[in-house]
């Protein structure tokens, strides 16, 4: 009986130490399981697929290839209300009264979709397509875009919408498929590597902003006036768009 209750207390520190990285392989998970749904002779399906480009690694939840184009898909699992702007730095998470920032997942995706274009370069006629999902309880309010950011439920339907016109012809399909499974990175020593070097560019420029320099092209930080008050704007505006909360 006693070990049965020390098992449980560790299972439950484990959980809380380790609850994001769970949740949110729950929701990539149950959003792959949602892919398998979509008819496998147009569709193909990459789930966690890591790739090596000139600017480093770039891991893709899921990665839909088909004549139509390419639907690259960024999983997100958050509780509350979700607000965001596509062209925000980051959006944020809110319940009551407690607000918490994440990165804005679009501008997110789009850095996988730029090394997607790096590792296809050869072709050139392709359709990307950028969609955002969110899984679990969270409720999209406020939410200011172009791009699909949608439910779990809406994204096969999302996609099948999208596919009105052929960018790819099959045998391009099939090249594609064929250099995608080349490329892609599988070893868990490439994977955890690519999470310690996000944490830590991730670490470097809170660290350069903290120091009120600019962690996009190093240039000073300055204070600025907006519709909203006051922010940070880059001093080398317009060349560079960066912006962070006063």
Known sequence: MILIVIII?????VYKINKH??????????????LRRLPKDEYKVFNNLLLHTSRGSSQIDHLVVSIYGIFVIETKRYSGWIHGNEKSQNWTQTFYKKKVKFRNPIKQNWSHIFALKEVLSDYRNVRYYNIIVFTGDGKLKNITTTTP?????????TIIVHSESE?????EVNAIITKLGDVAVQK??????????TKKDIREAKKKERLLICPRCDSDLVVRKGQYGKFYGCSNYPKCKFTTPH
Do not use: M, P
């Not at 207390?9 to 520190?13: E, Q, R, S």
């Open 9 to 13: 207390i560790v299972l439950v520190f």
């Open 167 to 171: 960018s790819l012809d099959i045998e």
């Open 21 to 34: 990285k769970i949740k949110g392989a729950i929701g990539e998970s149950n959003v792959a399981r949602t």
């Open 188 to 197: 868990k020593k490439a994977k955890k590597e690519h999470v310690a070097q």
């Open 149 to 157: 950011v949608i439910y779990r439920r809406q994204l096969n339907r």
